[in-house]
């Protein structure tokens, strides 16, 4: 499979659009690893603000790069990658936050996704990544996993809701 991170730019705008459309449809209102596509107001907005994150760096919010995943010039999933971790990101987010187009899933691709995400992190010089999943998300958990992830523990959020946390060393 030859696949390729490609940080976003204006080219995208259809397909992106599409990708975002398409997670709609089927009801996700959150788009794993889109740098919240989901709730942009319009494209060239979105492109900005994902510019601003890679160097934006205020306590609340940590330096951040997304990507669009490519094979065969069409997007197939989304990733990103926290440059470092703050307290929210310790136990919900992780270094990385990962998904898949939804007519593109079952086909390896988050397995894909993550592996060159982890890349992006050796050139971070992250040592060690944090990479967490909802404990209903066993196709995650299995990408982690085939990923070299190593399960720490859960985390149960105020809401009830569990986050698996696992590292992978690099």
Not at 1 to 15: A, G, R, S, Y
Not at 29 to 36: C, F, L, N, T, V
Not at 44 to 58: A, H, Y
Not at 90 to 109: F, T
């Amino acid at each position: 499979m030859n696949m390729k991170l490609i940080f976003p730019t204006i080219e995208h705008k259809q397909d992106a659009l599409a990708y975002r459309q398409e997670h709609l449809d089927i009801g996700e209102m959150h788009i794993h690893g889109s740098g919240y596509l989901n709730n942009a107001e319009s494209f060239e907005g979105w492109l900005g603000k994902i510019q601003e994150d890679v160097t934006r760096d205020d306590g609340r919010i940590v330096p951040a790069t997304t990507y669009f995943a490519i094979v065969d010039g069409k997007i197939v999933g989304m990733v990103n990658i926290r440059h470092k971790l703050n307290d929210f990101l310790i136990n919900h987010g992780g270094h990385v936050g990962y998904g898949v187009r939804p007519n593109q899933r079952r086909k390896g691709y988050a397995t894909k996704i993550l592996a060159l995400a982890l890349e992006k992190c050796r050139g971070l010089e992250i040592d060690k990544v944090l990479v967490t999943c909802d404990k209903g998300n066993i196709a995650s958990a299995k990408t982690i996993i085939n990923n070299g992830g190593v399960f720490e523990n859960e985390h149960t959020d105020k809401n009830g809701e569990v986050t698996r946390r696992y590292w992978i060393t690099l």
